[in-house]
């Protein structure tokens, strides 16, 4: 609340800024913008699953084509342009440099979001390859793989002329990024073109499937994972200002992170007829990948040693302690879900899809809101929030959302893998109607219903929020920003 | 300058192979890139590269047979409507699915499916033995109201379906470039895919017609009910001729290679 407006330098200097902020700015606005998208969607599909009415009688609005246009739009829309926001922010001030080429940056932001318009016409055209978070046809798969390459050019000609001498642990989960999302986009695409608009897959059946859930799991892992343990690595300590807690376990969980993460695929194809010297290394190597990830949850818990008091008080290092628990029970879910035993029960039910959005609304978004809640006044040299009090209903309103929405999904995945599989006293099937389970499972959808529409609702005022503070006229700077380089 | 501290402290305390990978790898950011890269190699070679053996890969057998034109046609269909975010194609090796669904699925029954349909939640019933299980005109009717079929049903309908016609020259695309990924077709000429299409869509048009359903051989129903109606009933057929000649050739030990020369069956 102090009045002290610090602003350095006049406003509208001419001497050139050392760091590019306007890309920040731009990836910060489509993330938003996005973010609202893909989660209205999410919605509908959510409610469609509880009142058929909701697929609108529509070819363009019915579940089988909304469903990826939720995925793709909350993972690479929402998901990557907040990375984008975070990366570009935080690598020039590590690297305390400039991005290597901002018409780079500029190419890298438009391409992406027209990659995105591209997506959000052609799923429900019913344009698809059909694999999962990969269902875009070819010809945008070509114009992903350049604007990735234009992406990585800025990133290493970044890091190529940095004026620090080490890179920090956070570009090293950057970089990982970077890299591995290139190697599983290319490799999961290779097709034969039939037409413009589709095309056939160089691998047939479960070769096909193994290689789409090397590229779908990894996914997760290098696309919802690493790069968020990076902004993790930048903003935490910000926040909590207090350096990070090991060095030591950084370099450990960095490398037994992505060395495991890559072996973890077969776990989604458990029972199914691909060899089972495969399915049994995927899920050893699943089961492993427990340690490096809580390495890295607990780097970032104990980070905030000595501040938790501000934990109390402060939104943004509530939603990253959030956050980073939710990591912590995802990363812990996810090895459990892949013992062959268990998966027998969870697999095809509603609880993979509560331990998806455990991951996706827990620790992407709530990182996420975390990052921005903290960036947006910074970047725009305002005081503060417009109203710091709704970002502890955000806070609020996505924990709880996020409860309903994985208990119900706990709940009802147990539910109906116990019913599709009860045997009566002869021996026979005791659900014999698969449609009675459905209709069992109705109160728990509504449940999720209502938990993700909380969800939506907070991302909603954090929209107005941020929109309020960025046309504040209350000009002050909260970061200093070293006036040359 | 709280950037600096927070950040460089962290990275400059004592270990000794902290100070190792400080001096090798973090001031170097091409060989963090190449290691990094190593890194995430491994997995994907050691488990991708065998998929291609024959001994380390998945079963195989040279009795099945492509999907037929119509089929690929109705496997896009069922592809563009997204089926698989709702349907699963594999039955797994369990009791309780096998008596709900049938046989489980071998490897080799996926042998032309480009893209594979394993998928991953079963919103709806699997549908991998579907194939038979029903008479066509269910399917019809199932598509255009799956609730007058199945009260309580929460799947979309798919009215336009039924209206809405295949493209034979569009088809003969697909089925080419479904040649070139190695799937034998005796020919993937245009008037060769248009006629394979009218031949088996106008048997599925005769028996909607003994059930009162008049449509055209080239609705979008019709190649969706072509591909339904495979789904799994060659798989059953090579496993029914396995087991025979097994019972019969007493003492050779089981195995789960097929025997060859049971499919090419025309449908």
Same mark, same amino acid.
């Given at each position: 609340?102090?009045?002290?407006?610090?602003?350095?330098?006049?406003?509208?200097?001419?001497?050139?800024?050392?760091?590019? =902020?306007?890309?920040?700015?731009?990836? $910060?606005?489509?993330?938003?913008?996005?973010?609202?998208?893909?989660?209205?969607?999410?919605?509908?599909?959510?409610?469609?699953?509880?009142?058929?009415?909701?697929?609108?009688?529509?070819?363009?609005?019915?579940?089988?084509?909304?469903?990826?246009?939720?995925?793709?739009?909350?993972?690479?829309?929402?998901?990557?342009?907040?990375?984008?926001?975070?990366?570009?922010?935080?690598?020039?001030?590590?690297?305390? +440099?400039?991005?290597?080429?901002?018409?780079?940056?500029?190419?890298?932001?438009?391409?992406?979001?027209?990659?995105?318009?591209?997506?959000?016409?052609?799923?429900?055209?019913?344009?698809?390859?059909?694999?999962?978070?990969?269902?875009?046809?070819?010809?945008? =798969?070509?114009?992903?793989?350049?604007?990735?390459?234009?992406?990585?050019?800025? @990133?290493?000609?970044?890091?190529?002329?940095?004026?620090?001498?080490?890179?920090?642990?956070?570009?090293?989960?950057?970089?990982?990024?970077?890299? +591995?999302?290139?190697?599983?986009?290319? $490799?999961?695409?290779?097709?034969?073109?039939? +037409?413009?608009?589709?095309?056939?897959?160089?691998?047939?059946?479960?070769? =096909?499937?193994?290689?789409?859930?090397?590229?779908?799991?990894?996914?997760? #892992? @290098?696309?919802?994972?690493?790069? @968020?343990?990076?902004?993790?690595?930048?903003?935490?300590?910000?926040?909590?200002?207090?350096?990070?807690?090991?060095?030591?376990?950084?370099?450990?969980? @960095?490398?037994?992170?992505?060395?495991?993460?890559?072996?973890?695929?077969?776990?989604?194809?458990?029972?199914?007829?691909?060899?089972?010297?495969?399915?049994?290394?995927?899920?050893?190597?699943?089961?492993?990948?427990?340690?490096?990830?809580?390495?890295?949850?607990?780097?970032?818990?104990?980070?905030?040693?000595?501040?938790?008091?501000?934990?109390?008080?402060?939104?943004?290092?509530?939603?990253?302690?959030?956050?980073?628990?939710?990591?912590?029970?995802?990363?812990?879910?996810?090895?459990?879900?892949?013992?062959?035993?268990?998966?027998?029960?969870?697999?095809?039910?509603?609880?993979?899809?509560?331990?998806?959005?455990?991951?996706?609304?827990?620790?992407?978004?709530?990182?996420?809101? #975390?990052?921005?809640?903290?960036?947006?006044?910074?970047?725009?040299?305002?005081?503060?929030?417009?109203?710091?009090?709704?970002?502890?209903?955000? $806070?609020?309103?996505?924990?709880?959302?996020?409860?309903?929405?994985?208990?119900?999904?706990?709940?009802?995945?147990?539910?109906?893998?116990?019913?599709?599989?009860?045997?009566?006293?002869?021996?026979?099937?005791?659900?014999?109607?698969?449609?009675?389970?459905?209709?069992?499972?109705?109160? $728990?959808?509504?449940?999720?219903?209502?938990?993700?529409?909380?969800?939506?609702?907070?991302?909603?005022?954090?929209?107005?929020?941020?929109?309020?503070?960025?046309?504040?006229?209350?000009?002050?700077?909260?970061?200093?920003?070293?006036?040359?380089? | 300058? !709280?950037?600096?501290?927070?950040?460089?402290?962290?990275?400059?305390?004592?270990? /000794?192979?902290?100070?190792?990978?400080?001096?090798?790898?973090?001031?170097?950011?091409?060989?963090?890139?190449?290691?990094?890269?190593? /890194?995430?190699?491994?997995?994907?070679?050691?488990?991708?590269?065998?998929?291609?053996?024959?001994?380390?890969?998945?079963?195989?057998? /040279?009795?099945?047979?492509?999907?037929?034109?119509?089929?690929?046609?109705?496997?896009?269909?069922?592809?563009?409507?997204?089926?698989?975010?709702?349907?699963?194609?594999?039955?797994?090796?369990?009791? !309780?699915?096998?008596?709900?669904?049938?046989?489980?699925?071998?490897?080799?029954?996926?042998?032309?499916?480009?893209?594979?349909?394993?998928?991953?939640?079963?919103?709806? *019933?699997?549908?991998?033995?579907?194939?038979?299980?029903? *008479?066509?005109?269910?399917?019809?009717?199932?598509?255009?109201?799956?609730?007058?079929?199945?009260?309580?049903?929460?799947? *979309?309908?798919?009215?336009?379906?039924?209206?809405?016609?295949?493209?034979?020259?569009?088809?003969?695309?697909?089925?080419?470039?479904?040649?070139?990924?190695?799937?034998?077709?005796?020919?993937?000429?245009?008037?060769?895919?248009?006629?394979?299409?009218?031949?088996?869509?106008?048997?599925?048009?005769?028996?909607?017609?003994?059930?009162?359903?008049?449509?055209?051989?080239?609705?979008?129903?019709?190649?969706?009910? !072509?591909?339904?109606?495979?789904?799994?009933?060659?798989?059953?057929?090579?496993?029914?001729?396995?087991?025979?000649?097994?019972?019969? /050739?007493?003492?050779?030990?089981?195995?789960?290679?097929?025997?060859?020369?049971?499919?090419?069956?025309?449908?």
């Amino acid at each position: 609340m102090a009045s002290t407006p610090s602003t350095a330098e006049p406003i509208g200097t001419t001497a050139v800024t050392p760091y590019d =902020d306007q890309i920040v700015k731009m990836f $910060f606005t489509a993330t938003v913008i996005w973010g609202i998208v893909g989660m209205t969607v999410g919605l509908l599909i959510a409610l469609q699953l509880t009142f058929w009415q909701f697929n609108l009688g529509l070819e363009w609005t019915s579940f089988g084509r909304l469903r990826p246009l939720h995925t793709n739009a909350v993972i690479f829309a929402f998901a990557g342009n907040v990375c984008f926001t975070g990366i570009y922010h935080s690598m020039q001030r590590l690297l305390k +440099t400039r991005m290597f080429n901002d018409t780079l940056s500029r190419f890298h932001f438009w391409g992406w979001q027209a990659i995105i318009v591209a997506a959000a016409f052609s799923l429900p055209m019913g344009l698809t390859q059909s694999k999962e978070y990969a269902e875009l046809i070819w010809p945008i =798969d070509l114009a992903i793989t350049v604007v990735w390459v234009a992406f990585a050019i800025n @990133f290493f000609g970044t890091i190529a002329r940095r004026k620090v001498q080490h890179l920090y642990v956070a570009i090293w989960f950057y970089m990982s990024f970077v890299i +591995t999302i290139a190697v599983l986009h290319i $490799f999961n695409s290779l097709a034969i073109p039939a +037409t413009l608009l589709r095309s056939y897959p160089i691998y047939s059946g479960l070769t =096909d499937a193994l290689v789409q859930w090397w590229y779908g799991h990894n996914a997760v #892992g @290098f696309f919802l994972t690493t790069p @968020f343990l990076g902004l993790m690595y930048y903003y935490l300590p910000r926040a909590a200002e207090r350096p990070v807690y090991s060095y030591r376990l950084s370099i450990i969980h @960095f490398w037994a992170l992505v060395f495991l993460y890559i072996w973890a695929g077969p776990h989604h194809l458990l029972y199914s007829a691909l060899p089972d010297w495969a399915q049994t290394v995927g899920m050893v190597f699943s089961i492993v990948l427990l340690a490096p990830s809580w390495g890295g949850m607990l780097n970032g818990l104990l980070t905030l040693r000595g501040a938790w008091d501000r934990v109390r008080t402060d939104p943004v290092l509530k939603m990253m302690v959030v956050a980073v628990s939710f990591y912590g029970m995802s990363t812990f879910e996810g090895p459990m879900m892949s013992i062959r035993a268990v998966n027998g029960l969870a697999h095809y039910t509603n609880w993979v899809i509560g331990h998806v959005h455990s991951g996706a609304l827990g620790w992407v978004g709530m990182m996420s809101f #975390g990052m921005l809640y903290w960036l947006v006044p910074r970047l725009y040299e305002k005081k503060e929030l417009w109203k710091p009090q709704w970002a502890e209903a955000h $806070f609020w309103l996505a924990t709880i959302g996020i409860v309903l929405y994985t208990v119900s999904m706990w709940a009802a995945g147990l539910m109906e893998g116990l019913q599709w599989r009860a045997l009566n006293e002869t021996g026979q099937l005791a659900n014999p109607i698969f449609l009675d389970i459905t209709a069992r499972l109705q109160p $728990f959808l509504l449940v999720r219903v209502v938990g993700g529409a909380m969800y939506l609702a907070g991302v909603i005022m954090m929209a107005i929020n941020f929109w309020k503070t960025v046309h504040s006229p209350d000009e002050g700077r909260v970061e200093t920003v070293p006036a040359t380089v | 300058m !709280a950037d600096k501290n927070q950040h460089e402290e962290h990275q400059e305390s004592g270990s /000794a192979y902290g100070r190792f990978h400080r001096r090798v790898l973090e001031g170097r950011g091409a060989l963090f890139a190449v290691a990094t890269t190593l /890194a995430i190699s491994v997995g994907g070679l050691v488990e991708i590269v065998p998929m291609f053996s024959a001994s380390w890969g998945p079963e195989r057998s /040279a009795s099945v047979t492509p999907y037929t034109p119509l089929e690929v046609a109705g496997r896009d269909i069922y592809i563009s409507e997204g089926c698989n975010t709702c349907h699963s194609q594999m039955v797994r090796p369990m009791r !309780a699915e096998i008596l709900r669904y049938g046989e489980w699925t071998r490897a080799w029954e996926y042998t032309y499916d480009r893209p594979f349909l394993l998928g991953s939640r079963r919103l709806g *019933p699997d549908l991998q033995r579907v194939g038979g299980k029903y *008479p066509d005109a269910w399917h019809y009717q199932h598509m255009e109201d799956p609730r007058s079929i199945s009260p309580g049903s929460i799947m *979309p309908s798919y009215p336009w379906m039924l209206r809405k016609r295949i493209d034979p020259t569009d088809i003969a695309r697909s089925v080419r470039a479904l040649a070139r990924a190695g799937h034998p077709y005796a020919d993937t000429s245009d008037e060769w895919v248009a006629s394979e299409l009218q031949s088996q869509g106008e048997a599925i048009v005769s028996n909607l017609s003994t059930a009162g359903i008049q449509t055209a051989w080239d609705t979008r129903i019709v190649a969706l009910i !072509a591909y339904l109606q495979r789904l799994g009933t060659e798989g059953n057929e090579i496993l029914e001729e396995q087991e025979r000649l097994g019972a019969n /050739a007493e003492g050779i030990a089981a195995t789960t290679d097929v025997v060859s020369g049971t499919g090419g069956d025309d449908r």
